[in-house]
Protein backbone atom coordinates (compact mmCIF):
# COMPACT_ATOMS: atom_id res chain seq x y z
CA UNK A 1 0.00 0.00 0.00
CA UNK A 2 1.39 3.50 -0.85
CA UNK A 3 0.08 6.08 0.72
CA UNK A 4 0.23 10.00 -0.15
CA UNK A 5 -1.14 12.43 2.83
CA UNK A 6 -1.44 16.01 2.23
CA UNK A 7 -3.83 19.40 3.16
CA UNK A 8 -1.46 20.59 5.83
CA UNK A 9 -0.80 24.10 6.36
CA UNK A 10 -0.43 27.11 8.82
CA UNK A 11 -3.99 28.28 10.60
CA UNK A 12 -4.95 30.30 13.67
CA UNK A 13 -5.89 28.92 16.59
CA UNK A 14 -9.76 27.88 16.16
CA UNK A 15 -9.31 27.40 12.45
CA UNK A 16 -10.04 24.55 10.44
CA UNK A 17 -8.22 21.67 8.03
CA UNK A 18 -8.84 18.66 6.22
CA UNK A 19 -6.27 16.67 5.65
CA UNK A 20 -6.36 13.82 2.85
CA UNK A 21 -4.72 10.32 2.52
CA UNK A 22 -4.49 9.11 -0.79
CA UNK A 23 -4.10 5.43 -1.32
CA UNK A 24 -3.48 3.11 -3.72
CA UNK A 25 -1.86 -1.12 -4.29
CA UNK A 26 -4.55 -2.67 -2.48
CA UNK A 27 -8.21 -3.34 -2.20
CA UNK A 28 -8.93 -0.21 -0.12
CA UNK A 29 -12.07 -1.43 1.43
CA UNK A 30 -10.00 -4.32 3.04
CA UNK A 31 -7.56 -1.83 4.90
CA UNK A 32 -7.90 -0.18 8.52
CA UNK A 33 -6.59 3.96 7.92
CA UNK A 34 -5.52 5.49 10.59
CA UNK A 35 -3.31 9.13 11.83
CA UNK A 36 -0.84 9.72 13.97
CA UNK A 37 0.96 12.73 14.62
CA UNK A 38 4.44 13.43 16.18
CA UNK A 39 5.78 16.95 17.60
CA UNK A 40 8.85 17.95 17.88
CA UNK A 41 10.81 16.02 20.99
CA UNK A 42 7.31 13.79 21.47
CA UNK A 43 6.60 10.41 20.64
CA UNK A 44 3.96 9.50 17.56
CA UNK A 45 0.96 9.90 18.99
CA UNK A 46 -2.69 8.04 17.81
CA UNK A 47 -5.32 10.44 16.59
CA UNK A 48 -7.88 8.79 14.41
CA UNK A 49 -8.52 5.33 12.83
CA UNK A 50 -11.47 4.18 10.51
CA UNK A 51 -12.25 0.71 9.61
CA UNK A 52 -12.34 -0.37 6.04
CA UNK A 53 -16.11 0.20 5.16
CA UNK A 54 -16.15 3.66 7.45
CA UNK A 55 -18.76 1.81 10.12
CA UNK A 56 -16.32 2.32 13.10
CA UNK A 57 -13.90 4.90 14.20
CA UNK A 58 -11.92 5.61 17.13
CA UNK A 59 -9.96 8.93 18.22
CA UNK A 60 -7.12 9.91 20.10
CA UNK A 61 -8.14 11.21 23.70
CA UNK A 62 -6.83 14.33 22.69
CA UNK A 63 -9.02 15.25 19.78
CA UNK A 64 -12.42 14.02 20.01
CA UNK A 65 -15.20 15.60 19.51
CA UNK A 66 -13.08 18.26 17.68
CA UNK A 67 -11.36 15.75 14.87
CA UNK A 68 -13.21 13.78 11.85
CA UNK A 69 -12.06 10.96 10.28
CA UNK A 70 -13.86 9.72 7.35
CA UNK A 71 -12.90 7.76 4.22
CA UNK A 72 -14.17 7.32 0.55
CA UNK A 73 -13.44 3.72 -0.46
CA UNK A 74 -14.51 5.09 -4.67
CA UNK A 75 -11.72 7.51 -4.54
CA UNK A 76 -8.98 5.71 -2.23
CA UNK A 77 -8.89 8.29 0.17
CA UNK A 78 -9.03 8.94 3.83
CA UNK A 79 -10.13 12.53 5.41
CA UNK A 80 -9.14 14.05 8.58
CA UNK A 81 -11.86 17.11 9.48
CA UNK A 82 -9.86 18.91 11.91
CA UNK A 83 -11.92 21.87 13.67
CA UNK A 84 -11.18 24.34 16.85
CA UNK A 85 -7.15 23.47 16.31
CA UNK A 86 -5.01 24.83 19.15
CA UNK A 87 -1.63 25.17 19.21
CA UNK A 88 -1.17 21.80 20.88
CA UNK A 89 -2.32 20.46 17.95
CA UNK A 90 0.73 21.62 16.18
CA UNK A 91 3.21 18.49 14.56
CA UNK A 92 3.37 16.01 11.33
CA UNK A 93 0.39 14.47 10.91
CA UNK A 94 0.98 10.99 9.04
CA UNK A 95 -1.60 8.53 7.69
CA UNK A 96 -0.92 4.68 8.37
CA UNK A 97 -3.12 1.65 6.68
CA UNK A 98 -3.05 -2.23 7.71
CA UNK A 99 -4.99 -4.80 6.04
CA UNK A 100 -7.15 -5.50 8.58
CA UNK A 101 -11.11 -6.66 8.97
CA UNK A 102 -11.78 -5.64 12.32
CA UNK A 103 -14.04 -3.02 14.51
CA UNK A 104 -11.40 -3.63 16.79
CA UNK A 105 -8.96 -0.94 15.22
CA UNK A 106 -5.97 -0.48 16.37
CA UNK A 107 -4.27 2.58 18.11
CA UNK A 108 -0.62 1.52 18.25
CA UNK A 109 1.93 2.88 15.97
CA UNK A 110 3.47 -0.78 15.24
CA UNK A 111 0.40 -2.36 14.55
CA UNK A 112 0.36 -0.35 11.67
CA UNK A 113 2.26 -1.83 8.30
CA UNK A 114 2.30 0.91 5.97
CA UNK A 115 2.94 4.85 6.57
CA UNK A 116 3.13 7.74 4.29
CA UNK A 117 5.29 11.03 4.28
CA UNK A 118 3.67 12.75 7.02
CA UNK A 119 1.99 16.56 6.08
CA UNK A 120 3.03 19.16 8.60
CA UNK A 121 0.68 21.16 10.59
CA UNK A 122 1.05 24.37 12.62
CA UNK A 123 -1.33 26.01 15.05
CA UNK A 124 -0.74 29.59 15.64
CA UNK A 125 -1.78 31.30 18.69
Known amino acids: VQLQASGGGLVQTGGSLRLSCAAS????????MGWFRQAPGKEREFVAA????????RYGDSVRGRFTISRDNAKNTVYLQMNSLKPEDTAVYYC???????????????????WGQGTLVTVSS
Open 50 to 57: ISGMGAVT
Open 96 to 114: AAVPLLTSSLPTGRYEYNY
Open 25 to 32: GRTFSTVV
